[in-house]
């Protein structure tokens, strides 16, 4: 089932509350499973739909990539653009507030490599 607006809110507010923790590379799996119980069971109390841990988890995953994707496309067309508009594909406020826990090698890859 598709998540809704409220679930999607959720989601994001809350992955974003534990972004550093979740980013961690050191951070233990039964931790880093607690965090996202903890987040499925805030979408859990508002949703129609019942979620598992996994369903949020992999549904946080799809907004970073579509995010990211949007966002290097728009950098990269405004970049292409002498002179002219640059076509963009704007971001939902879901998507901007998504965006906000990229570093700018997310975005752009590293240099040289």
């Known amino acids: 089932m598709k998540f ?6 959720i989601l994001v507010e809350e ?8 980013q ?4 233990n799996i039964t931790k880093r499973n ?4 903890k987040i499925c069971d805030r979408i859990n109390a508002v949703g129609k739909t019942k979620r598992t841990a996994d369903e949020v988890k ?8 579509r995010t990211k ?11 292409k653009t ?3 508009s640059a076509e963009e594909m704007p971001l939902t406020s879901i998507e901007q507030q998504v965006q906000l826990t990229f570093c700018e090698e997310q975005i752009t890859g590293i240099l040289g490599v």
Do not use: C, M, P, Y
Not at 24 to 27: G, H, I
Not at 58 to 65: K, P, T
């Open 34 to 37: 607690a965090i996202w119980e």
């Open 24 to 27: 961690q590379r050191n951070l």
């Open 4 to 9: 809704d607006e409220l679930e999607l809110e």
């Open 69 to 79: 994707e949007k966002v290097a496309f728009n950098k990269t067309s405004a970049n």
């Open 58 to 65: 992999r549904r946080w995953q799809d907004i970073r990539r």
């Open 82 to 84: 002498v002179g002219g």
């Open 15 to 22: 992955a974003n509350k534990h972004i550093h923790e979740l």
